[in-house]
């Protein structure tokens, strides 16, 4: 990992518009409470999530494999948020989640504390299509709604740091999200934290398979 990226052992690195990322949230935030130990949230934005292609008379068997299994894929998603109890529409909107990368930097910076309830708001708002993450008005009553105030609320005074944050990600290792970072190592997907728990644990038990 770079230097400097963060101090915590675990960074989980998010992107709202990712489904995957929504999904993990429940998780992460048990192993956190499980644990007792802080998890570092840091906003990051990579390629959107594909939607299926529709069928064509000249699809090859290649072709179908591949949207047989985006169609899969989007109906195991659904089937792990209706497990959660979550609302998700719109898997396949294409967003710019930078304003609320910036905004969940803002709540690090000034309301630390608050970091989990932005992310409750905006993630459940996004997903609901309650929240238009790409107005920067209404990322900023989220953002009092949690505690910032004042110069806090100029997210442009953050465009340098999250673009920065985001290289800094990239050259860590994070491809996608979410992305876990445990001493420096990359962890891709809500699938290794049982890995990732048992690392934390220094290894206690068996391994998991």
């Known amino acids: 990992m770079s230097a400097g990226l963060s101090t ?4 989980v690195a998010i992107d709202f518009v990712q489904p995957q990322s929504y999904l993990a949230k ?5 192993l956190e409470r499980d644990l007792g130990i802080d998890v570092d949230w840091l906003p990051t934005s990579v390629p959107p ?20 299994r985006a169609q899969y894929l989007e109906q195991d998603l659904q089937r792990y948020a209706a ?3 979550l609302v998700m529409r719109g898997l396949h909107r294409s967003c710019d989640s930078s304003l ?13 504390a608050s970091v ?16 238009d993450i790409e107005d920067a008005e209404a990322i900023g009553r989220v953002l009092e709604s949690v505690g910032v105030s004042g110069p806090d609320l100029d997210l442009e005074r953050r465009r340098d740091d999250y673009d920065d944050l985001r290289a800094r990600l990239s050259e860590a290792g994070v491809i996608g ?3 876990y970072l445990l001493d420096g190592e990359p962890f891709l997907g809500r ?7 048992w690392l934390l644990q220094d290894r206690q038990g068996p391994q998991p398979i």
């Open 8 to 11: 915590s052992r675990l960074v």
């Open 83 to 85: 497990a959660q109890g």
């Open 116 to 131: 989990g309830d932005y992310l409750d708001r905006v993630f459940d708002g996004y997903w609901s299509e309650t929240l």
């Open 191 to 197: 699938a290794h934290l049982p890995m990732i728990r």
């Open 49 to 68: 999530f594909p939607a299926p292609a529709a069928p064509g008379e000249g699809d090859d068997r290649g072709t179908r494999h591949l949207r047989f």
């Open 177 to 179: 999200a979410p992305t």
């Open 100 to 112: 609320a990368g910036r905004g969940l930097l803002a709540v690090k910076s000034s309301a630390p």
């Open 26 to 30: 429940a998780a992460t935030y048990e």
